[in-house]
């Protein structure tokens, strides 16, 4: 609740609180539904889901056969914004989040997670990612890479391969590309004709060699991209957030963050041929 709430709404909501007894404190509804927003919104969960359905209807856009009518189009165009609407897909990954939590026994952890992210070391750790966006990204990693590979470098690198681990950063990553491919591909068959379609096997082999050759990129080329975004931050405060994200608590967190995205963008995703063929 925001600071300039009226008082007699705070006081509305402690009264509703101690009348339900059992939502106090961290393991309580109000509470795990906070811990879970927060945790999501930390890591720019909502920023990532958001991309979802312009990639997929970008790829789509490629790969559908130059004969299919722009009524065709348009309407799985519009599937597909009506399966991954960002409100929507973020109300679905939260709750994923918060059953994990109950159903796993982390109640405690996805609370303690939540407040640990938005502590100033991690909101300081987790900002320095956005440059990755910048427009002149490329040439600025590139430059850097391109320097001697000092000891101290070395040895800064072996810290971020074990963070960029517990991150899940690479398994995510992977997963997102993946999912987002398989629904693509499976969007598409809605659309053309049997000979067009491409069958389950070769659906298999396309997720498969994607997953591959993504992960392989990916696990090579993120911890490189890590000592770039850190390379200001002193040797003493990376150990700090490499430790703390190697706490059990962040470390399930993490786990489970990765899980609920994946879940939730996988359950969009087979909403979108349906959505087509009925034109809802």
């Given amino acids: 609740m925001k600071l300039q709430t009226k008082s007699y709404?705070?006081?509305?909501?402690?009264?509703?609180?101690?009348?339900?007894g059992c939502a106090s404190g961290p393991t309580g509804e109000p509470a795990q539904t906070s811990a879970a927003n927060r945790v999501l919104e930390a890591y720019d969960v909502p920023d990532l889901l958001a991309q979802a359905a312009p990639a997929i209807n970008q790829s789509l856009d490629k790969n559908l056969p130059d004969d299919t009518s722009q009524a065709d189009r348009e309407q799985l165009r519009s599937a597909v914004y009506a399966a991954y609407a960002p409100d929507a897909l973020y109300a679905d990954v939260a709750q994923r989040?918060?059953?994990?939590a109950d159903a796993e026994g982390h109640k405690r952890d996805l609370a303690s997670s939540a407040d640990e992210l938005n502590a100033p070391l991690a909101q300081r750790m987790i900002s320095l990612e956005s440059v990755t966006g910048d427009e002149n990204f490329a040439a600025s990693f590139n430059s850097f890479m391109e320097q001697p590979a000092s000891d101290n470098r070395k040895a800064r690198l072996r810290i971020i391969d074990a963070l960029a681990d517990n991150m899940q950063?690479?398994?995510?990553q992977t997963a997102f590309n993946v999912?987002?491919?398989e629904t693509m591909i499976r969007s598409r068959n809605a659309v053309v004709d049997s000979a067009q379609q491409v069958d389950e096997t070769q659906?298999?082999?396309?997720?498969?060699?994607?997953r591959s050759g993504i992960r392989g990129q990916l696990e090579e080329r993120v911890p490189q991209m890590l000592l770039y975004v850190y390379r200001d931050v002193d040797d003493a405060t990376l150990q700090?957030?490499?430790d703390l994200q190697s706490q059990p608590d962040l470390m399930w967190a993490n786990r489970a963050v990765e899980n609920a995205i994946i879940a939730s963008l996988s359950a969009a995703g087979k909403k979108v041929p349906a959505a087509y063929s009925t034109g809802s």
Avoid: D, F, G
């Fill in 9 to 20: 709404l705070i006081t509305a909501m402690a009264a509703a609180i101690l009348l339900a």
């Fill in 97 to 100: 989040l918060r059953s994990a």
């Fill in 169 to 172: 950063i690479v398994q995510l």
């Fill in 179 to 181: 999912t987002l491919l």
């Fill in 203 to 210: 659906v298999e082999r396309m997720l498969t060699n994607t």
């Fill in 240 to 242: 700090s957030y490499a």
